[in-house]
């Protein structure tokens, strides 16, 4: 079965610098989610989107942002990079945003290194 | 505002053993969800099983299964004969049905459990 699609899998950046995450969810899933994971630590929800509206939203960085496109893959673009911000970025899709049914699907996750 | 506890930092077992990860959660809503992940070396994070919290009934799949006890607040999960394969770093998590939808989860901290041949 198709899953969720992360590009690039690994980026290496320096201090200052900006990046851009891709996440393609799964076919016909129209939600879509954004985790970090830190060294060690447990995933950290950043942000949601819904019909290309943003549903919730967790702690995501003000140099931080991210949208949804019209055939429902997502991107999350990261400004002002900092040595902290090196951590697993995963992208997880679902269909449909209600609780009751929405079970994230995660994808393989991009691997930022900020030097 | 929701938590969720997994007092376990690392287990480490012989191959074979039976193995049980805790897990406690804290939440003010009355509709909730829970889940537990699984995050294998390589890294990805996989999906196990999704509780609903108005459906405590215990379910077995083959040599996992769940305890579900809402007057404990807790949601176990037993590995039964674990397998090297089975080492992985097993995460539990929470969502609240009382936001707007698409919810983000709240995780434990992980169990890393460690199976030896």
């Known amino acids: 079965a198709a899953g969720v699609i992360q590009s690039p899998r690994h980026l290496i950046k320096e201090k200052r610098e900006t990046a851009t995450l891709k996440c393609y969810p799964i076919p016909r899933h129209d939600t879509v989610y954004w985790y970090q994971q830190g060294p060690g630590q447990d995933p950290q929800f950043l942000i949601s989107f819904y019909e290309k509206m943003q549903s919730d939203k967790g702690s995501i960085p003000d140099r931080f942002s991210a949208q949804q496109f019209s055939d429902y893959h997502s991107e999350l673009n990261m400004s002002s990079l900092e040595l902290g911000d090196s951590a697993l970025y995963f992208c997880?899709?679902?269909?449909?945003?209600?609780?009751?049914?929405?079970?994230?699907?995660f994808g393989p996750g991009t691997r930022l290194t900020v030097l | 505002a929701q938590k969720v506890t997994q007092a376990q930092t690392e287990i480490s077992v012989v191959e074979k053993e039976d193995v049980t990860l805790d897990c406690v959660y804290e939440t003010r809503d009355t509709t909730y969800y829970l889940f537990w992940y699984k995050q294998p070396p390589s890294g990805e994070l996989v999906f196990l099983i999704r509780r609903n919290s108005f459906d405590e009934q215990n379910e077995i799949s083959g040599r996992y299964s769940w305890n579900f006890q809402k007057s404990t607040s807790s949601f176990n999960f037993t590995i039964t004969a674990s397998q090297v394969v089975d080492s992985a770093v097993y995460f539990c998590a929470l969502s609240e049905a009382g936001g707007g939808g698409a919810d983000g989860l709240t995780f434990g901290k992980g169990t890393h459990l460690i199976i030896q041949p």
């Open positions: 997880a899709s679902s269909l449909g945003r209600h609780s009751s049914t929405d079970t994230q699907y």
